[in-house]
Every structure is written in structure tokens, then in C-alpha cells.
């Protein structure tokens, strides 16, 4: 199975900690919609045979999209591929995109997964991160949702200079008071040539208090699994049978296929990347031309990866897999994956579960430099 990523950079606002460069406005549509159709006729070879399980409609805001634009486009990923009649079809929204009409009319074009943008449910949380919606719309859109979509995921972030563990807590119980079955939670990261790096570089605003993030997570994995949500991946929860199989397939290292500015996709070998100019990709994709640049993964690389995907999940490292390891046998490689990993379990940042390498919460905090020392 196989999974196609649109990515649609339209932005009614863009935060302050996002890069401007990946928004576009609506006096682009136009160009940027045919664009993204064509790149699909152009890439219709890429999954090889795999059939399409997955959808997802995302990027900066499609939801502003209107519903024959979004129709159309799934139409052209329908008759280009093969699409499961079961796939997940998910769109991104934001909140004050949101009402029961347009819900309906999102169900009726195959529409089958909603991820709403709500970041936080209080008002200043909002205004300093420069969001269109206001907290009311953020509570409105989830009363509205749960009535038309059963798959339903929220995004919230945490660990930025305004959120106490209070409204923390606050924000996490309004998702499972609502009885939302999917919820993602994000770290705020500073990107360089943000408006938000500027603003704590000038010191008009706190800097980013890396204890605190940690403390949130933690207080987060602690709620969730109180609430009876599974925690699937680092910032992913979910309850019983509501993964996002998008993303899973992803972090399960199968094929597939990103279009639009930025967007990335992953053959088995190799991935490649599209320009994010927005002005760039259109022209050269009205000309026929893909507008892309293409690494070949090595055995190592792929291997690598492996390791830094696999130990985000709750099922973890299998170390079955690790005779791929190139330039060892079986045996020296899993002798070098135990030795590297042996400070990890001792410290009690990682568990040895059936054959799997598992992080324990704490070693979740650490996930990404643990990963790279277990590297080949």
C-alpha cells in the first residue's frame, strides 16, 4: 500500500513561527491548482503497481479550497492511480473554516478524515501566534465536527512562553471531552528567518524554555493514557483503531508520493524533493517539466532511517531487521546495536520488549539523539 500527499500552501495568515516562504495567496490559486494537476498526470508512474491506501490533503490551509477544486483533484488522483474503495482520505482545516454545511459538503466528495488546526483554545494563545480563529471558533468547530466525521484528529502545541501547565491541561481535556479520537501535539520549534526567531532575538518575546517542553510532554503522555489513548508515536495519540494510517505508513518506511511546492515523496530508494518556490513549480510544471531534486538512499542511509522512524513508534526497533545492516553479518550487527544501546536501557531511556528496542517516557524526550547513536 502506497500513499499520496497534496500539498496546497494557500494561507489565510501565516503564523509567526512559520517560514513565509511556503504560504502563497489566494491570487495564485488558479495557476497553482492546474499545477497541481498536472503534476499528478505527470507522476502517475511513480507508485509502480502499489495501490493507493491514503490521501491527505494538507500544507498550509486547503480547506479554504472550494469543494469542486478539492473534487477535482481527488477525481485526477482516482483515475491516475490505483485507489483502495477503503482509503483514508483525510483534509486539514482550520477552525474558522469549519461549518456544518461545508462539513456535508466535504463527506459527499469522499472526504472520510478531518485534522483540524486548533493549536490552542485560549484567545491570547492564539492572537500571539498570529491565527485567523479565536478560541470560541476553536470549541465550535469540534461541536460541529463530531456530528458529521467519526475520524476526527485535533492538533494542539505545547511548550511555547505562554502556556502554563494549567491551560495545558485545560487544552488536552477540551480534545477528550469531545471525545475527539485522534490528537497530535507539536513542540514549538524556531525555525532561522522566522518572524518568531526575530522577536526573541530583539527580546520581545521569552525564548523557547526546553524543560518546560519537556515537562508538558511528559504531563501530556500521562493524561492520554489516563484517557485511554494509545501513544503510537511521539506526537501522535490515538484511540483504538483511529491511527492515522497516513502518517503510520510513513513511519512504516512504504512508498509515496508528494505534490505541490515542497512537497517529498519516497520510492523504496529514493527520495526526492520539490522546489518550494511557488512561482518556480508553477511555471515548470505548466511546461511539463518536474521541478525536483533526488537523492539515491544508500544501504546505510535506509537503514538509518529505519532506526530513527521505527523508534518513534510504540512497537519500536525490531532487531530482526537489523541483519540488513550493510557491511555486517547478523551476528556484528546485532552485537554493535546492543552495545550502543546497552547505557540507554541501563539509564532507563530504553526497554528490550520481544525482540524490539522500545523507548520507555523518558527516553521519548530524547528520541532523536538516541536514535543517531544507535546509527550505522
Known sequence: MAGIYIHIPFCRRACHYCNFHFTTSLRHKNGLLAALIQEIKLRKDYLGNEQVDTIYIGGGTPSLLEIEDLRLNIEIIRSCFDVSEKAEITLESNPDDISEGILEKWKTIGINRLSIGIQSFFDEDLKWMNRA?????????????????????????????LLTDEKWKANVDQVISHNIPHLSCYALTVEPK??????????????????????????????????GYEH????????????SRHNSSY???????????????????????NVSNNSVYIESVTKGILPY??????????????????????????????????GFSEKSALEKLQAA????????????ENDHLVLTHEGKLLADGIAADLFF
Open 293 to 326: 531534486e533526488k537523492e539515491i538512499l544508500t544501504p546505510t542511509q535506509r537503514i538509518n532511517e529505519y532506526i530513527m522512524t521505527s523508534l518513534r513508534t510504540i512497537e519500536g526497533l525490531d532487531l530482526n531487521r537489523i541483519h540488513e545492516a550493510p
Open 251 to 273: 513511519w512504516q518506511g512504504r512508498k509515496y508520493l508528494g505534490i505541490g511546492p515542497s512537497a517529498h515523496s519516497y520510492d523504496g530508494i529514493s527520495r526526492q524533493w
Open 133 to 161: 480563529h479565536d478560541a470560541s471558533q476553536s470549541v465550535l468547530s469540534l461541536q460541529f465536527a463530531v456530528k458529521h466525521f467519526k475520524n476526527l484528529s485535533v492538533d494542539l502545541i505545547y511548550g511555547f512562553p
Open 232 to 243: 503510537y508515536e511521539i506526537s501522535n495519540f490515538a484511540k483504538p483503531g483511529f491511527r
Open 194 to 227: 522566522t518572524p518568531l526567531h526575530k522577536m526573541i532575538r530583539l527580546h520581545q518575546t521569552e525564548g523557547i524554555d526546553n524543560d518546560k517542553q519537556s515537562d508538558q510532554l511528559l504531563m501530556l503522555m500521562k493524561w492520554m493514557g489516563q484517557a
Open 341 to 352: 544501546s546497552k547505557k540507554y536501557i541501563d539509564g532507563g531511556l530504553l526497554k528490550r
